[in-house]
Nanobody, 127 residues
Framework: QVQVVESGGDLVQAGGSLSLSCTVS????????MGWFRQAPGNEREGVSY????????YYGDSVKGRFTVSRDNAKNTLYLQMNSLKPEDTAMYYC????????????????????WGQGTQVTVSS
């Protein structure tokens, strides 16, 4: 049984930093591309970042470029998202997702391309 578990969400002031983690079990983590998505109330789910299975390809949404950094440790089956210079508009539920196509990264921000999802971790940025 595949399990995807996010952690690290919190309440933080604008300008602050947070580090999210996502631990995956029940699959061969190194075979999966991984994405971070977020969804605020009333909004569609938005692609935040993507990293391919071996880390060769990394992408970011325009709204987080230069502030967020994605990484992964395949030995620990864990995905990370370092978020700096946080803004109130970054407030959302953050989700981790896995797609079984390795280094193939077409349509990285399309949620339908991902097979397994976590339950999310809440990030709230106060002004």
């Amino acid at each position: 049984q595949v399990q995807v578990v996010e952690s690290g969400g919190d309440l933080v002031q604008a300008g602050g930093s947070l580090s999210l983690s996502c631990t995956v079990s029940g699959l061969t983590f190194g075979d999966y591309g991984m994405g971070w998505f977020r969804q605020a109330p009333g909004n569609e789910r938005e692609g935040v970042s993507y990293i391919s299975s071996r880390g060769s390809y990394i992408y970011y949404g325009d709204s987080v470029k230069g502030r967020f950094t994605v990484s992964r440790d395949n030995a620990k089956n864990t995905l990370y998202l370092q978020m700096n210079s946080l803004k109130p508009e970054d407030t959302a539920m953050y989700y981790c997702a896995a797609r079984p196509d390795g280094e193939f990264q077409v349509s990285w921000s399309r949620a339908s391309r991902y097979t397994f999802w976590g339950q999310g971790t809440q990030v709230t940025v106060s002004s």
